[in-house]
């Protein structure tokens, strides 16, 4: 009886997790999402963990993965190993995925800017990635002075235009007229679960 009760509440969990828009696609919502080493602490209180959410995503049909546009873990626990475990395992399952919202997801270390700067190289099909409000995202231009440094131009160029770590902006102000009118756009479309209260006076 537990288990059907636990496996209920893990597919409701889900299913509100998964928001449509005409407009934007759908959207994962994994505000609720903690890491696998904090979740005994939280799991009272609604939390999942990385590890279970990564799990039920899997579960999904393949057809209701591919609509998933924007990956939301705004004030998600995550941490470096969270950061990880996304994207290992979670990430090469939603292939046209544009938005991964990361901000507030406690990531300080310049191991998970190593990693951001694996993501940013492996899925193609991500328009922005939102480090506001994590350590990472002071440590952010000098990173990418260094790739410049070390010839990686290529990489550097993703950083300053889809990397956005401060009030909105993206990395340096760098970024042609064209592409600040497709962010524009998408901030518009995305406005419902993108803008925090906090956040909204500073764009």
Same mark, same amino acid.
């Given at each position: 009886?537990?288990?059907?009760?636990?496996?209920?509440?893990?597919?409701?969990?889900?299913?509100?997790?998964?928001?449509?828009?005409?407009?934007?696609?759908?959207? /994962?919502? &994994?505000?609720?999402?903690? *890491?696998? $080493? %904090?979740?005994?602490? #939280? =799991?009272?209180?609604?939390?999942?963990?990385? !590890?279970?959410?990564?799990?039920?995503?899997?579960?999904?049909?393949?057809?209701?993965?591919?609509?998933?546009?924007?990956?939301?873990?705004?004030?998600?626990?995550?941490?470096?190993?969270?950061?990880?475990?996304?994207?290992?395992?979670?990430?090469?399952?939603?292939?046209?995925?544009?938005?991964?919202? /990361?901000? &507030?997801?406690?990531?300080? *270390?310049? $191991? %998970?800017?190593?990693? #951001? =700067?694996?993501?940013?190289?492996?899925?193609? !099909?991500?328009?922005?990635?939102?480090?506001?409000?994590?350590?990472?995202?002071?440590?952010?231009?000098?990173?990418?002075?260094?790739?410049?440094?070390?010839?990686?131009?290529?990489?550097?160029?993703?950083?300053?235009?889809?990397?956005?770590?401060?009030?909105?902006?993206?990395?340096?102000?760098?970024?042609?007229?064209?592409?600040?009118?497709?962010?524009? $756009?998408?901030?518009?479309?995305? =406005?419902?679960?993108?803008?925090?209260?906090?956040?909204?006076?500073?764009?």
């Amino acid at each position: 009886m537990k288990y059907k009760i636990e496996f209920y509440l893990a597919a409701l969990f889900l299913a509100l997790s998964l928001n449509s828009s005409a407009m934007a696609g759908r959207t /994962l919502d &994994g505000t609720k999402v903690v *890491s696998d $080493e %904090d979740i005994e602490w #939280l =799991a009272d209180e609604g939390y999942v963990s990385t !590890s279970k959410f990564v799990q039920q995503v899997h579960e999904l049909d393949p057809e209701e993965r591919e609509e998933v546009e924007t990956l939301n873990l705004q004030s998600a626990l995550l941490g470096s190993s969270g950061l990880k475990i996304i994207a290992d395992d979670l990430l090469p399952y939603l292939p046209n995925l544009k938005l991964l919202n /990361l901000y &507030g997801s406690q990531l300080r *270390s310049r $191991e %998970d800017l190593v990693l #951001l =700067a694996s993501i940013l190289d492996r899925f193609n !099909s991500l328009q922005y990635v939102d480090i506001d409000g994590n350590g990472i995202a002071t440590q952010t231009l000098s990173f990418v002075k260094e790739y410049e440094a070390e010839g990686q131009e290529e990489l550097a160029k993703k950083f300053q235009k889809k990397v956005v770590f401060s009030c909105k902006t993206l990395l340096k102000n760098q970024f042609p007229g064209a592409d600040r009118e497709k962010y524009d $756009e998408w901030y518009q479309t995305h =406005a419902s679960f993108y803008v925090s209260p906090l956040r909204t006076l500073t764009y």
